[in-house]
């Protein structure tokens, strides 16, 4: 018969393994978002309106699925 038995700093550890490998997937999302709107940005800058009188507002819906890609 095996048992496992956990200590508090096992706890932590496989607690803390978890969360930092779910932020950095949250970190990664939150960058590849970035790049969708430097890339769109970038893609329209030609035609932005470049006049100090008046400005233009862009707005962006993001989806993100359930492996947190955009």
Excluded: W
């Excluded at 590849?32 to 890339?39: A, N, P, S, T, V």
């Amino acid at each position: 018969m095996f048992t496992l038995l956990f200590t508090s700093s096992t706890k932590q550890d496989v607690t803390t393994s978890v969360c930092l490998s779910v932020c950095d997937k949250v970190d990664e999302c939150f960058r590849l978002i970035d790049e969708i709107f430097i890339r769109s940005l970038l893609s329209v800058q030609k035609v932005m309106i470049n006049d100090k009188h008046c400005f233009e507002l862009y707005g962006y819906d993001i989806m993100v699925d359930s492996a947190l890609k955009p």
